[in-house]
């Protein structure tokens, strides 16, 4: 069974950093498009940051220039460093696993870590 397990989050002040991680495994990680959601409560889960099997990255405008995606093959494990934190970053963050080929899709998801942003 794949896993995906998420850590990193925590409580931080505005402006502060945090590091999340994402570590895979069962599965052929460079294979796999890889993503960072997040989801604030009473909101839809939104897509952050993704980062393809060719290292191409997006992010989502309200977050750019502030996050970096990036991801280390070698030990199955993505990353998102967030800087200048703002309150509004604060939400349950997932991590996300995609694999399309011309048999089907493969997607799995983590666990969520919390980050809080607050003073």
């Known amino acids: 069974q794949v896993q995906l397990v998420e850590s990193g989050g925590g409580l931080v002040q505005p402006g502060g950093s945090l590091r999340l991680s994402c570590a895979a495994s069962r599965m052929i990680f460079s294979m796999y498009d890889m993503s960072w959601y997040r989801q604030a409560p009473g909101k839809q889960r939104e897509l952050v940051a993704g980062?393809?099997?060719?290292?191409?990255?997006s992010y989502v405008d309200s977050v750019k220039g502030r996050f970096t995606i990036s991801r280390d093959n070698a030990k199955n494990t993505v990353y998102l460093q967030m800087n200048s934190l703002k309150p509004e970053d604060t939400a349950v963050y997932y991590c996300?696993?995609?694999?399309?080929?011309?048999?089907?899709?493969?997607?799995?998801w983590g666990q969520g870590t919390q980050v809080t942003v607050s003073s």
């Open positions: 980062i393809t099997k060719s290292e191409g990255t």
């Open positions: 996300n696993a995609d694999r399309r080929d011309g048999v089907g899709r493969n997607n799995y």
